[in-house]
């Protein structure tokens, strides 16, 4: 048996790892250092990584890509096809299919969960797409923090997030980033969207890294921003413009009316501000700014000038001139539109 094996081998021209079954080729695998090693590969042959789960296809005697991973227990992967349409009907079929999974075999928890990985390409959704499960994260498998070099785009229709317990990772959703409810364990990271997006008009009370929305973004238009918010970047009437602004804001920007600001509509700004940026009437104009503001930077009539400023401003700068303080309030070290420094309270 053994000699007609070899044999066989022989005649099929089979390497020393390779199998046949079924008539269906299984490429060799390996671990990553395993084929880091390999030094005299065919070009397009394929090999799978058992220690990252992925296949690689060789480029050169030793130079390899990533060609996809594997799905597992835990992991579906969806990948662009033939066209922009086939492939958003996929993403939607491969989602369904993650909500099932069992990983390691338990349960879909907190501490297990599942992830769909959405490779590089253009997606249009049929319908919008309802993220819905607990626990079931959806992340792009390639993507920079640089807007202009962001590589899995989804269009066509509205992503809607109703999961509590969820992450968002790396997708342009050209169609609109929408947050249904108060969902303060929601996770965005690396997303951009639209006008509106991140719980425009309603309540974005999540943590959002990193993400870059249009008007009305975060919480905005009337809405409330009560989440986390860590270098992001949005339009006017965004971060709870005319609405709430109750969270923590380091190093974002938003135009007019931002971070409770007033573009017809009086909002409040009572979070905590760090390093960010607001257009003309942002911070509480014509209202309240009862927060705390640190090195912040504010258009005309900002920080709760027309209405009161009852918070704490530190270092901080507005083209005109500062509300005087009232109850608690103070600035520190602050400069006003003729470089005047602000100090009340």
Request: some cysteine; charged content about 15%; proline content about 1%.
């Amino acid at each position: 048996l053994t000699a007609t094996a070899s044999v066989a081998r022989t005649n099929l021209e089979l390497g020393a790892a390779d199998t046949v079954e079924f008539g269906g080729f299984v490429p060799p695998s390996g671990t990553t250092a395993e084929i880091d090693a390999v030094t005299t590969a065919e070009i397009g042959s394929v090999m799978v990584d058992t220690d990252r789960k992925v296949q690689v296809r060789f480029t050169g005697a030793s130079n390899y890509e990533d060609i996809g991973g594997l799905n597992s227990s835990a992991v579906v992967q969806v990948n662009a096809g033939a066209s922009t349409a086939e492939n958003g009907a996929a993403l939607v079929a491969a989602y369904a299919k993650a909500k099932t999974l069992t990983p390691n075999g338990s349960a879909l928890s907190a501490t297990n969960r599942a992830s769909l990985i959405v490779g590089v390409g253009s997606y249009t959704l049929p319908a919008q797409l309802d993220v819905d499960a607990e626990f079931v994260d959806i992340q792009a498998s390639n993507f920079a923090s640089d807007l202009s070099k962001r590589i899995v785009y989804v269009d066509g229709s509205a992503i809607s997030v109703s999961a509590n317990d969820v992450l968002v990772y790396g997708l342009v959703a050209a169609g609109g980033l929408n947050i249904v409810g108060d969902k303060p364990l929601q996770v965005f990271r690396s997303c951009n969207s639209t006008a509106n997006s991140f719980g425009g008009g309603g309540t974005a009370s999540g943590t959002f890294i990193d993400c870059t929305g249009g008007q009305s973004a975060f919480g905005g238009n009337g809405g409330t921003a009560s989440g986390t918010f860590l270098r992001c970047i949005a339009a006017g009437k965004s971060f709870g413009g005319d609405g709430v602004a109750s969270g923590t804001f380091t190093s974002c920007v938003g135009d007019s009316g931002a971070f409770g600001g007033y573009t017809g509509v009086a909002g409040t700004a009572t979070g905590t501000f760090v390093d960010c940026k607001g257009g003309l009437y942002s911070f509480g104009s014509y209202s309240t700014a009862s927060g705390n503001f640190t090195r912040c930077v504010g258009g005309d009539d900002a920080f709760g000038k027309g209405g009161t400023l009852t918070g704490t401003l530190i270092s901080c700068q507005t083209s005109t001139t500062f509300q005087t303080v009232s109850g608690a309030g103070k600035t520190r070290l602050c400069l006003d539109g003729t470089l005047t420094e602000n100090n009340q309270g």
